[in-house]
């Protein structure tokens, strides 16, 4: 999902993004820019038989690394290919964090992206009018198929306001625009001080009222509120930490979620749920079934190849993509040609046309069926854990006053800019 502003169609633009997983996010941060970006890539990536050949034409412009060896002197070529590129209003794109992570905030940033943005507008006297644009990747299960992303884009930055800096100390101009780009992208992604806040700060959005905007909008305002009660009663934070993991736990032994604390499970409601499902079984497992089995070996040989190399999560869904675009058209050939020698040719053709069918129909059969199994549970469990639930509910209200409370008492960030 996009966020955020429209990224500029025209003028000479230099996209930067975070980098949380690894080769897919070159491709994501591509589809929320709409037009040509010319990406830097480091320099052990051109020496890849196939991929090297695809980044030459693609116009990727190789950087090179202290950490790969490199003398870093070869990146003069690289500047100069850059400046000729925002001189002709292109849009160039790179990753400042330097290395893919599966840190939970922006790591310290290169200077590499001010450097270029001020050198090529002090090469044309400051008319060419490049802008820095920050782009936000927020993953919900990113090593997982199939995983949701929010992708925020945010206000751009003009590198000529910072003339004045530069001529006086280009090194000062590069690194206050350096912590202005580090400041744009804590803007557009989560940036959290550790992974184990990401999910009590879902469970306290789930609590509170919806206060409009994409999620991945709400749980940065919760992580602002967090990180602004810390400074001002850290003892407070703690203690609401501790209580929602506390409620977490509770939630999860009864196997139930907030959504289920407020819901009304009303019988013509009921009825519905359990005949649409059992329609969707009857009439869609068949071809599932065929998805299913058609489809087991390539995605447990995806799943075996990333276990078997140890791969990091940051790495993991690039992996897995790469894996499986080997394994299910070598599985989906063979059963093609073994359909075709051993009935028919037309039989083999209707098994390449509709196979994938049925494969993406397992897939969202699987899904369906899951989740309408887990809210059965819940309802045929109501009956049995009506003081429990009565009890969660009651913890629910009172950890939502809470949250409110404190929400109110830390003031925000216009207020602090209007009291000064």
Same mark, same amino acid.
């Given at each position: ?216 909008? +709400?749980? &940065? %305002?919760? *992580?602002?509120?967090?990180? $602004?009660?810390?400074?001002?009663? =850290?003892?407070?934070?703690? #203690? @609401? !930490? ?124 699987? +899904?369906? &069926? %899951?989740? *309408?199994?887990?809210?059965? $549970?819940?309802?045929?469990?109501? =009956?049995?854990?009506?003081? #429990? @639930? !009565? ?30």
């Amino acid at each position: 999902m996009r966020l955020g502003v429209e990224a500029p169609s025209g003028g000479p633009l230099i996209v930067v993004a975070n980098h949380p997983n690894s080769l897919m996010d070159p491709v994501l941060v591509g589809d929320a820019v709409d037009r040509r970006l010319l990406f830097l890539a480091k320099e052990p990536i051109f020496r890849v038989p196939i991929v090297g050949k695809l980044a030459r034409a693609a116009g990727a412009i190789p950087i090179h690394r202290r950490v790969d060896g490199a003398d870093m002197a070869q990146n003069d070529a690289m500047f100069a290919a850059v400046y000729d590129a925002l001189a002709t209003d292109e849009a160039i794109c790179l990753f400042p964090e330097g290395l893919s992570h599966n840190e939970p905030e922006i790591q310290p940033l290169k200077t590499g992206a001010a450097r270029m943005a001020l050198g090529a507008e002090a090469n044309q006297n400051w008319q060419l009018g490049v802008r820095i644009l920050p782009v936000g990747l927020n993953y919900r299960s990113k090593a997982r198929f199939q995983s949701s992303v929010a992708i925020e884009v945010g206000a751009p930055i003009c590198a000529a306001n910072y003339r004045a800096a530069f001529e006086e100390n280009s090194v000062e101009a590069a690194r206050l625009l350096t912590e202005d780009i580090r400041a744009a992208m804590q803007n557009v992604t989560l940036n959290l001080a550790s992974w184990q806040d990401l999910p009590l700060l879902r469970l306290a959005e789930k609590l509170l009222p919806t206060s409009g905007g994409h999620q991945v909008q +709400r749980l &940065r %305002s919760f *992580a602002e509120i967090g990180k $602004r009660l810390e400074q001002e009663n =850290p003892t407070a934070l703690a #203690r @609401l !930490r501790e209580q929602l993991a506390v409620f977490a736990t509770r939630l999860e032994a009864v196997g139930v979620d907030v959504r289920h604390l407020e819901s009304g499970y009303a019988p013509r409601a009921v009825l519905l749920f359990v005949f649409t499902n059992l329609v969707a079984i009857l009439i869609g497992l068949p071809l599932a079934l065929i998805g299913i089995v058609t489809y087991a070996i390539p995605y447990s040989l995806v799943h075996l190849t990333t276990n078997l190399r140890g791969t990091s999560v940051d790495v993991e869904s690039t992996v897995k993509i790469l894996a499986a675009c080997v394994y299910f058209p070598l599985i989906h050939v063979g059963w093609t040609v073994t359909a075709w020698l051993s009935c028919d040719p037309w039989v083999g053709i209707s098994v390449f046309l509709l196979l994938p069918i049925a494969g993406i129909y397992a897939r969202h059969f699987l +899904r369906r &069926r %899951s989740r *309408a199994w887990r809210e059965a $549970r819940v309802f045929f469990s109501f =009956p049995f854990q009506g003081r #429990r @639930l !009565r009890l969660l509910v009651r913890e629910a209200q009172r950890l939502r006053t809470e949250l409110l409370a404190l929400a109110a008492r830390i003031p925000n960030e216009d207020s602090r800019a209007t009291d000064s």
